[in-house]
């Protein structure tokens, strides 16, 4: 094979290495708010997203250098397949095949979030990295060490220069970098959101599930995020780990047995159900709701309003119908969108 040759090839990767960065490059517009979404809660004020902070967030997600013996980055629990929830154990899997107590929340439209984890004990999502780094069964390192691995490595000190205009790596730009990134991961992009932009319509079927759903699930799990962050009991037994959830930080008895309310987008991806992953399938979360509510402590005003038994009423065509609309807030571009991807 002569010179001229394999000059055309490395020519030509050349060519298709830039015109994917060109592509990617493309992508970024900053962070954009959808016209039917409220406002962030995010304060952008003090991080806005720029591209060099985001990219670097982005490596910073998907590093397993976060963890302790180098093995679990957050993307090993925030899978983009799985629209940023875990997938294959009902919770999350850390260091040295440790498992915690409860399942992964999905970060898609985390700028909305006002509080973090199932319990809210994380009032700021720039201090949010810090529990599963620090929790000796996710990450299971300490800050000053993560900060230390980054600062002698041979590309971050530049990345955090480019980003934030030094290469001595201090925790709050560690921190702000990692907000940048999931602030990015919006989720509109499934047909209920065609439908709000008028660029669809939903079949007669789920039209009628939308019904059913304004009528027995908007209460909680409000549009368009469909989570209104509030922290309720929904009625489960106590699991095995005897977690009390939001009680847990407050120290409040009336917090006892309660959990965030999480968005219902992306069901499709984000199987199991609850906060500790009990449930497999949506049929299964609309029985328990129906007829497997325990009548506890805490238990949520809107699942005493039947006379005759706690919980909610669905008719069998309505579950059908539910179902239906619930699977037009599946996102599949969220799943796919290359800007998010480990690079």
Same mark, same amino acid.
């Given at each position: ?17 830039? =015109? ?16 039917? @979404? ?11 997203? %720029?591209? *060099?902070? @985001? ?7 998907? &590093? ?9 980055? =957050?993307?090993?629990? #925030? ?6 929830? #875990? ?9 040295? &095949? ?42 299971? *390192? %300490? ?9 002698? #490595? ?5 990345? @955090? ?5 030094? &290469? ?12 940048? @990134?999931?602030?990015? =991961? ?16 939903? %079949? ?12 027995? =699930?908007? &209460? ?16 489960? !037994? ?11 930080? !407050?120290?409040?008895?009336? *917090? ?18 609850? #906060?500790?992953?009990?449930?497999? !399938? ?8 129906? !007829? ?7 238990? *949520? ?43």
């Amino acid at each position: 094979m002569n010179r001229r040759y394999w000059f055309v090839i490395v020519f030509l990767f050349a060519g298709v290495v830039a =015109c994917k960065k060109e592509v990617i490059d493309s992508y970024f517009i900053g962070f954009q708010k959808p016209a039917y @979404f409220p406002e962030p809660t995010y304060r952008f004020e003090n991080n806005p997203v %720029t591209k *060099d902070g @985001f990219e670097l967030g982005r490596k910073l997600f998907y &590093d397993n250098l976060l963890s302790s013996n180098n093995t679990i980055s =957050c993307g090993s629990c #925030h899978i983009q397949t799985s629209a940023f929830t #875990h997938h294959g154990h009902k919770t999350s899997h850390g260091i040295f &095949d440790q498992l915690g107590i409860r399942n992964s929340p999905s970060i898609a439209n985390i700028a909305w979030g006002k509080s973090f984890m199932w319990d809210g004990g994380v009032p700021d999502l720039d201090l949010q990295p810090i529990a599963p780094i620090t929790s000796p069964v996710e990450m299971g *390192d %300490t800050m000053a060490n993560v900060l230390r691995k980054l600062q002698n #490595h041979q590309q971050y000190p530049a990345l @955090f220069k480019k980003a934030f205009g030094s &290469d001595n790596i201090s925790t709050a730009n560690f921190l702000k970098a990692l907000s940048q @990134f999931m602030v990015m =991961c919006i989720s509109n992009n499934s047909k209920y959101d065609s439908v709000m932009r008028n660029e669809a319509s939903f %079949t007669a079927d789920e039209a009628e599930g939308y019904t059913i759903f304004k009528q027995k =699930c908007n &209460d909680c799990h409000k549009e368009p995020l469909f989570t209104d962050e509030s922290f309720r009991s929904n009625g489960l !037994t106590l699991n095995a780990a005897n977690d009390l959830g939001r009680y847990f930080i !407050t120290l409040n008895e009336s *917090d006892k047995f309660k959990f965030k309310v999480p968005s219902l987008r992306n069901l499709e991806y984000t199987t199991p159900y609850m #906060h500790d992953g009990r449930i497999y !399938t949506l049929e299964g979360v609309l029985n328990h709701y129906q !007829t497997g509510i325990e009548p506890r402590q805490n238990l *949520d005003p809107l699942l005493l309003q039947d006379p005759v038994r706690a919980g909610i009423r669905f008719l069998p065509e309505e579950k059908t119908k539910l179902i239906q609309f619930l699977n037009t807030l599946n996102d599949r571009y969220l799943l796919t969108n290359k800007m998010l991807s480990e690079q």
